[in-house]
């Protein structure tokens, strides 16, 4: 194969994960079969915000294999000015369930 043409080849897949990395990121595709996650934790006081601007981002349940493992919620800063962060869920659809990341909306 000549040089230019893995060079246009190299180029056009690049372009192909910029695409597909800029989707959006609201929606992430774990969809599972199976048992519901559990219901989140409540565990108590977060503490102070490290510094102004900063918003406390809850925990969610996440599946490793076949375990639901607990991710801690941790304080985040805000993008910009009025950004409110959206926190991640499991929603039910069908039989099987979809994960949606944190995000921040304004």
């Known amino acids: 194969m000549s040089n230019l043409r893995k ?3 190299a180029g056009v897949m690049f372009a192909c994960t910029g695409f ?3 989707g959006g990121g609201y929606y992430q595709a774990g969809v599972v079969i199976g048992p519901p996650p559990p219901a989140p934790m409540v565990v108590g006081p977060v503490g ?9 981002a809850d925990g969610y349940y996440d599946l490793r294999g076949s375990n639901w493992v ?3 919620g941790s304080w985040a800063r805000r993008p910009y000015r009025d950004a409110v962060w959206v926190r991640p869920y499991w929603e039910r659809h ?3 369930y979809r994960f949606h990341k944190g ?3 304004h």
Do not use: D, F, I, K
């Not at 102070?48 to 406390?56: D, H, Q």
């Open 7 to 9: 060079s246009v080849l």
């Open 103 to 105: 995000r921040w909306r």
């Open 48 to 56: 102070y915000a490290p510094g102004p601007g900063y918003v406390w």
């Open 70 to 72: 607990w991710v801690n």
């Open 20 to 22: 597909v990395a800029c």
């Open 94 to 96: 069908g039989r099987a």
